[in-house]
């Protein structure tokens, strides 16, 4: 079985701190993928990466980088956590037409 | 840009009855996804379709495609309360496995 993990189910940060959020994948896929989903507004894609040390923007990258050093590993990064990055987030690896989400990370910023 | 739109965005069902959930996207594809997700869970994927015409049966739930109208539907038969949940579709971009989400639809079978 494919398996997506995440490193935290739940976090909660102050506003200004720097956020790592960390998905690891243990398929060697090559494509990942970090998604937020907000009520009303489905899945959104901040950053995908095809490779190691390869990354693009997706639709909503503002306020967001990520890291790509290992090809299992997957990291989105918010330099400076604000209130409205309170979200849940969802990483992604794809193998062929299948995409497998990990379990996700409910993030709270006050 | 891609949009996908999903109606019903809510649908109260009683058990047993029949229902359909239709995703509309605007612009070509060759990809289509339907994903379930429990409260407070992942997304757990239902179908792939992957060209025009393809029909999936999985239990209750029935997937099509017709990418010549850019609409798939969902389809319950004979709904029971296990499949409460939100379901979602999702329409690739035809551009190194991106998808473009719906807003999901809400399901709720109640007695």
């Known amino acids: 079985d494919v398996k997506v993990t995440q490193s935290s189910r739940y976090l909660v940060k102050r506003t200004g701190e720097k956020v790592f959020l960390e998905c690891v994948q243990d398929?060697?896929?090559?494509?990942m993928f970090w998604y937020r989903q907000d009520p009303g507004l489905g899945l959104r894609l901040i950053y995908f990466?095809?490779?190691?040390?390869?990354?693009e923007k997706g639709d909503i990258p503002e306020g967001y980088s990520v890291s790509r050093e290992k090809k299992e590993r997957f990291s989105l990064i918010l330099e400076s956590a604000s209130t409205n990055q309170t979200s849940m987030y969802l990483c992604?690896?794809?193998?062929?037409?299948?995409?497998?989400f990990g379990p996700g990370t409910r993030l709270t910023v006050t | 840009e891609l949009k996908v739109e999903q109606n019903p965005l809510f649908l109260s069902m009683q058990e047993g009855k029949n229902y359909t959930i239709y995703c509309n996207y605007s612009t070509t594809s060759d990809r289509l996804y339907w994903y379930r997700q429990d409260p407070g869970k992942s997304l757990e994927s239902l179908f792939v379709?992957?060209?025009?015409?393809a029909v999936k049966q999985e239990g209750r739930l029935m997937a099509s495609l017709d990418t010549k109208a850019r609409l798939s539907t969902l389809h319950i038969t004979a709904a029971v309360h296990d499949l409460s949940a939100t379901y979602f579709c999702?329409?690739?971009?035809?551009?190194?496995?991106?998808?473009?989400f719906g807003t999901g639809t809400r399901l709720a079978v109640r007695p």
């Open positions: 999702a329409v690739d971009r035809s551009s190194g496995d991106k998808l473009t």
């Open positions: 992604a690896s794809t193998s062929g037409y299948e995409q497998y």
């Open positions: 379709l992957l060209s025009n015409g």
């Open positions: 398929m060697d896929h090559e494509n």
């Open positions: 990466s095809y490779d190691v040390k390869m990354k």
